[in-house]
T-cell receptor
Framework: GDSVTQMEGPVTLSEEAFLTINCTYT??????LFWYVQYPGEGLQLLLK?????DKGSNKGFEATYRKETTSFHLEKGSVQVSDSAVYFC???????????FGKGTSLLVTP | GAGVSQSPRYKVAKRGQDVALRCDPI?????LFWYQQALGQGPEFLTY????????KSGLPSDRFFAERPEGSVSTLKIQRTQQEDSAVYLC???????????????FGEGSWLTVV
């Protein structure tokens, strides 16, 4: 079935470092791809999404590009802040589906 | 309300006890989802409603799990005879679309943390 694989954490970075969290997917056709973020003690929030190949989703300085050729949707940010410390989930909805399929999550800790 | 609201936020149940978890979706949202998130894992799909119709319950782990949305708004997830492996965060989510699909944003509640002792 359709699934998402993301890099295991935890990831620890210093403030202002460059962030990459890898995400690859397995799916039939063209799924929609998402990054959700879960801050400590809070619910899941949509960070960004892309619905077709070569689309770039962006929000709050984060970006991810839908790469069909490599079945990837890696999350990047040029300069992380302490407030970015959270768990990040890559997810997809199959082309003919309606429910999100999540990866296991990647914990990010940014230190001052 | 402004967002998806879930209650209780925290529940400790003795093994064998029945529990009921409530979800108030965003007003007007017709699609509603329940997910289970074990510690350190990603959310796993449990069930999906479109208005009051439960269109997909393929993710419910056993017949001890039951969900309903009788009037197409508030939903309840019920777990009978709870077991330790039921300990998890139960997330409710809703979407505006009549037929949820990949181009529609799904909004999540903060979850109900269930611990079975």
């Amino acid at each position: 079935g359709d699934s998402v694989t993301q890099m295991e954490g935890p990831v620890t970075l210093s403030e202002e470092a460059f962030l990459t969290i890898n995400c690859t997917y397995t799916a039939t056709g063209y799924p929609s791809l998402f990054w959700y973020v879960q801050y400590p003690g809070e619910g899941l929030q949509l960070l960004l999404k892309a619905t077709k190949a070569d689309d770039k989703g962006s929000n709050k300085g984060f970006e991810a590009t839908y790469r069909k050729e490599t079945t990837s949707f890696h999350l990047e940010k040029g300069s992380v802040q302490v407030s970015d410390s959270a768990v990040y989930f890559c997810a997809l909805i199959p082309n003919s589906g309606y429910a999100l399929n999540f990866g296991k999550g990647t914990s990010l800790l940014v230190t001052p | 309300g402004a967002g998806v609201s879930q209650s209780p936020r925290y529940k400790v149940a003795k093994r064998g006890q029945d529990v009921a978890l409530r979800c108030d979706p965003i007003s007007g949202h017709v699609s509603l989802f329940w997910y289970q998130q074990a510690l350190g894992q990603g959310p796993e799909f449990l069930t999906y409603f479109q208005n009051e119709a439960q269109l997909d319950k393929s993710g419910l782990p056993s017949d001890r799990f039951f969900a309903e949305r009788p009037e197409g708004s508030v939903s309840t997830l019920k777990i009978q005879r709870t077991q330790q492996e039921d300990s998890a965060v139960y997330l409710c989510a809703s979407s505006l679309a009549i037929k949820a699909g990949p181009r529609n944003t799904i909004y999540f509640g903060e979850g109900s943390w269930l611990t079975v002792v």
